[in-house]
């Protein structure tokens, strides 16, 4: 006042310069004054909390683009993307023991079952193996109104006739077929569990076939030999059995001519589409098998077997079979039995006993 300053300036709060000078503060409560007894398991809250609305902005066109690519991409089911289909999640997800499909064979009432670690060898670049091509073959044959005429082998025991020895093709004697009622056999082999061979039997020609996917191979021997192994098997099958079906037959050895494979891995892709071609032309010979080798042909062909395969309502997906378990406990053991078979022992020679 002596020096004649404003009464504002006396009356405003200046700012300490020394944190000792300063006031010390309270926050505001914010609300009631809390309880001070709680319950024994929950107490509810005086106020409860409310979210907090987001700020409204306004979106571009192109926010609203971006936005849109973004949803289309994380979303494989939207317009203007390619679904993921029933092959492509069988080849991407890790292989597994579990039935994919299975094709029956209604007159002999036998089942071709495929599993999921088998139908994996069906992806680019990778060996297929036996079972899948035989279930392949067996769906080709449902489809042909007069397939019945032509038997498949399956490659284990047509590779016993081709390379086996006396004592493995005697336990190959197939006592329930009789060749008489056919008029030829399509099956497939293999060499040294790296490469795939096919094989026809025509029995109305007497002609028999050794096709060779790879180029280099003297297919006419092979199937001179495949001819006198043949003749062979079907003369142990008449002592042993007393079965005269195919014995009196002569095989002829003849060649197809045919495309070559281009790859090492191919072999059991152009076997089936040899076989599909052969049931196609039944009881007529192919002249010749023209196969085009592209990258949708082990697709289609897999697309094909799930085709060709039962509802998956009809089999059970643990074994494969039509009676489906009915409780857990049967599922169990059944799953037991796939994880851990029971090996097989072979049943020793007896010596026959005297006669009383």
């Not at 010390?24 to 001070?36: Q, S």
């Not at 059991?268 to 192919?286: D, H, L, R, S």
């Amino acid at each position: 006042m002596a020096h004649h300053l404003s009464e504002q300036l006396l009356l405003k709060t200046l700012l300490p310069k020394d944190i000792s000078q300063s006031k010390e503060g309270w926050a505001k409560r914010d609300g009631a004054k809390p309880r001070t007894s709680s319950s024994k398991y929950y107490t509810t809250p005086d106020i409860l909390p409310v979210p907090k609305r987001a700020k409204l902005t306004l979106n571009t066109g192109e926010d609203i683009q971006s936005s849109t690519d973004v949803e289309n991409s994380s979303n494989p089911t939207s317009k203007g993307s390619k679904p993921a289909t029933e092959v492509d999640a069988l080849w991407t997800c890790k292989p597994t023991e579990v039935v994919v499909a299975v094709v029956r064979h209604a007159e002999e009432k036998h089942n071709f079952t495929l599993r999921h670690r088998e139908f994996q060898s069906l992806r680019p670049d990778e060996l297929i193996i036996g079972e899948v091509m035989e279930c392949y073959i067996r769906g080709i044959l449902n489809l042909k109104d007069n397939a019945g005429r032509l038997y498949l082998l399956d490659h284990y025991t047509m590779g016993v006739i081709l390379h086996g020895t006396r004592e493995h093709i005697a336990r190959q004697e197939l006592k329930k077929v009789t060749f008489d009622l056919y008029d030829g056999a399509i099956g497939f082999v293999n060499i040294r569990n790296v490469h795939w061979k096919f094989v026809y039997l025509h029995a109305l020609s007497n002609h028999i076939y050794v096709v060779d996917p790879l180029q280099g191979s003297n297919e006419v021997e092979d199937s001179r030999k495949a001819a006198y192994k043949c003749g062979e098997y079907f003369k142990m099958r008449r002592n042993r059995l007393g079965k005269e079906d195919w014995v009196s037959i002569k095989w002829q050895p003849v060649k197809i001519t045919h495309t070559f494979q281009k790859d090492a891995t191919s072999c059991g892709a152009f076997v089936m589409q040899m076989a599909k071609m052969t049931v196609k032309e039944f009881p007529k010979i192919p002249k010749t098998f023209h196969i085009k080798s592209s990258q949708h042909l082990r697709r289609d062909m897999a697309e094909e077997i799930l085709r060709g395969s039962v509802s998956k309502d009809d089999f059970c997906s643990f074994c494969g079979i039509e009676d489906l378990p009915t409780t857990a406990v049967d599922a169990v053991w059944i799953q037991l039995e796939i994880a851990y078979p029971v090996p097989t022992l072979p049943v020793p020679d007896l010596p026959a006993l005297p006669d009383p």
